[in-house]
């Protein structure tokens, strides 16, 4: 039994851990598509750029990254979506984290089905972000000149996914394997 507490409080230091990371992470992308909307609004407003030693941010970027002004309109544009999508699956995490602890298991019927539809959304809200940023950024580049490819990549997401509902189907079979225990348990009382 002390294994098992052992092993329980470390899954639940995990949780912990979790949680914070998925507040760390919600907060990140909030500020990333507010520097996006920042950014998209300072170019607009200041066509010339900013001047720091005689050189615009424009120029800086166009020279050091090799990119044009409009391929960073669309990529901000774009941005915006990806941190959409980013700042909602990281509150949905966090909220998985919250209810675990509560709940103080990882093993429940409930957790486990959120666990697996946690899993779910960890695949579908990026590839649709992606996939309205790629609208996005399309449309921008059809409507500008000297806009450059962009690419994405969502494998991470995939893999996080399927490891997500993987842990709820364990945790699913926990909760059963639990539930037989408690039966068998409780038969001879029952009959008493």
Do not use: W
């Not at 998925?22 to 950014?39: E, N, Q, R």
């Not at 030693?53 to 979506?81: E, F, P, R």
């Not at 580049?141 to 490891?163: F, Q, S, T, W």
């Amino acid at each position: 039994m002390e294994n098992n507490s052992k092993t329980l409080k470390t899954i639940q230091t995990l949780c912990k851990v979790g949680r914070i990371l998925s507040k760390i992470t919600f907060i990140i992308c909030i500020v990333g598509a507010a520097l996006c909307v920042a950014g998209i609004i300072s170019l607009a407003l200041i066509p010339e750029g900013i001047k720091f030693d005689g050189l615009t941010i424009q120029g800086l970027v166009q020279k050091h990254a090799g990119v044009s002004v409009n391929t960073c309109y669309a990529a901000m544009a774009a941005g915006i979506a990806l941190c959409a999508g980013g700042a909602v699956l990281a509150k949905f995490e966090e909220l998985y984290f919250k209810r675990e602890l509560a709940s103080g298991t990882p093993f429940t019927f409930d957790g486990a089905k959120e666990l697996i539809r946690l899993g779910v959304l960890t695949i579908a809200i990026p590839a649709v972000a992606a996939l309205v940023a790629a609208i996005i950024f399309g449309v921008m580049r059809a409507v500008l000149p000297d806009v450059d490819e962009m690419k994405y990549n969502i494998r991470l997401y995939l893999g996080m996914g399927i490891g997500y509902i993987f842990a709820g189907l364990l945790c699913r079979y926990g909760a059963e394997l639990f539930a037989k225990k408690g039966k068998k348990e409780k038969q001879p009382e029952e009959v008493l």
